[in-house]
């Protein structure tokens, strides 16, 4: 059974936190396929709340798909399609890895434009004030199931040798490089989020489900920045993985990260 694609948080501040809590629990394979959810009392004392109150967030997870409730058994978590198919990616090797992704999953184009940047943008790919830059927001999809929201920012005058049509088919680094430039160097970096309605409805997801936010600022070997991205992904579907080595010797060891070890 799969998730619908625009699911309803259920009623009531308590019931949403318990409803949020139990699914990130079955995606994170805390319950997993076939098992039994502790019963509504025991829920009940776990989160300090009303049996009615759990029962509301286990009927929202019934009609999401997430679980079966089974007369005379209690709730069953269920399989999901797409469930075996998260995407990992290497931290230490991140960039190249997200590249592969691009080419080996699909996007769909959710607007493009030309305009100012917001300020944040402006001021970290150090635009002059009046410089335009082109904005795109896209999500990506891996089996027709949506795990990532992206919005990129890009010069005007580098994104001015593609279009929409080419922003939805090939990765942004390809386009860039077709535009002349030579990519050099990236900083970026990685926190989480909660999902406002528009990121929610695009990623099938319930308003003020769990995000992880990566943020990048490219520059070429000028040192101009050329893309600031926004990613948001869906932590069911995608994760972040590092390899580390100790080390060193006596006082001296520590841990390292594996670079290029693969995820």
């Known amino acids: 059974m799969t998730i619908h694609a625009q699911p309803t948080l259920p009623e009531g501040g308590k019931a949403r936190r318990v409803y949020l809590l139990l699914r990130d629990e079955m995606s994170n394979g805390s319950f997993r396929e076939g098992a039994l959810l502790p019963g509504e009392n025991r829920l009940a004392d776990r989160f ?5 109150t759990i029962r509301r967030a286990l009927e929202a ?14 709730s069953v978590v269920l399989s999901r399609a797409g469930s075996g198919n998260r995407i990992a990616a290497d931290f230490a090797g991140l960039i190249p890895q997200l590249v592969e992704i691009d080419r080996s999953t699909t996007a769909r184009l959710l607007s493009f434009s030309y305009g100012a940047p917001p300020p944040a943008v402006a001021e970290a790919l150090g635009l002059a004030t009046g410089e335009r830059v082109q904005t795109a927001v896209r999500v990506r999809l891996s089996e ?12 005007a005058d580098i994104a001015a040798s593609y279009d929409e049509a080419d922003l939805a088919t090939q990765p942004l680094f390809r386009l860039l490089e077709r535009s002349g430039v030579t ?3 990236a900083t970026q970096s990685v926190s989480a989020t909660l999902a406002t309605p528009d990121i929610a409805g695009a990623l099938g997801l319930s308003v003020g489900a769990p995000l992880l936010s990566l943020r990048r600022i490219v520059r070429d070997s000028s040192g101009r920045g050329v893309e600031f991205l926004s990613a948001l992904y869906r932590p069911d579907l995608f994760r972040l993985e590092m390899t580390l080595a100790r080390t060193g010797s006596g006082e ?8 290029g070890s693969g995820a």
């Open 183 to 185: 990519v050099d160097s």
């Open 48 to 52: 300090e709340v009303s049996r009615i």
């Open 144 to 155: 027709d199931e949506p795990f990532s929201h992206l919005t990129t920012h890009v010069p």
């Open 61 to 74: 997870l019934a009609a999401d798909g997430w679980i079966e409730k089974r007369a005379g058994a209690g």
């Open 252 to 259: 001296n060891r520590h841990w390292e990260p594996v670079i």
